[in-house]
């Protein structure tokens, strides 16, 4: 029985998993043995290719695609028009399908409108990509990064709040009082 919405003008390939409560809207294409985690949202004219892996919560803006290679875990979100490759040197006349390089997105991780991010690097546990940025190398979990190539210029909280540290190299999170601590060019949350 399904239990998610698809708009009637999505296209759903037969061998998908779709979580409940997800929504699939105008025009966007689910390609077969896709992994859709509940409550995600697809946004307009969105396409995920075969094999990808969405965790729960995802959310999609319009007008993205998600490449085979692809996996984002739970609560990450696509801003509109941004673009995954999955091919490092693509050609037309040559056949890289058994080259596909993973991009791993980690779980509560944010990409802007119109960001790229070349295959083969993964984006940290709640990192925040500019609008516009071009990822090309690994990023940092709770890392803000933009430009082109993307260079970090800042730590952010899970709900997205600059982070500044003390001399101790403790952070609070405005919003919610959460401590963090940067180490080693590392930030973790402090249970």
């Known amino acids: 029985m399904k239990e998610y919405f698809a708009h009637e003008t999505a296209v759903v390939d037969e061998g998908c998993e779709i979580g409940n409560g997800t929504k699939i809207w105008h025009f966007s294409h689910i390609m077969s043995n896709c992994f859709i985690g509940e409550s995600c949202n697809i946004g ?30 739970d609560d990450v979100f696509l801003g509109p028009s941004m673009v995954f490759t999955n091919v490092i040197n693509p050609r037309s006349h040559v056949n890289r399908r058994n080259e596909y390089a993973e991009t791993l997105v980690r779980k509560g991780a944010s990409i802007g409108a119109n960001a790229t991010v070349v295959c083969g690097n993964e984006i940290g546990e709640y990192a925040l990509i500019g609008a516009g940025a071009v990822i090309t190398k690994p990023v940092k979990a709770f890392a803000l990064v933009v430009g082109n190539p993307a260079k970090q210029i800042g730590w952010v909280s899970e709900y997205g709040h600059s982070l500044h540290f003390d001399e101790n190299g403790i952070g609070i999170c405005p919003e919610t009082n959460q401590e963090y601590q940067l180490n080693d060019d590392k930030v973790v949350r402090i249970k």
């Open 44 to 73: 307009q004219n969105v396409v995920i290719s075969p094999a990808v892996k969405l965790g729960r919560n995802v959310k999609i803006q319009n007008n993205v695609s998600v490449y085979t290679g692809v996996i984002c875990e």
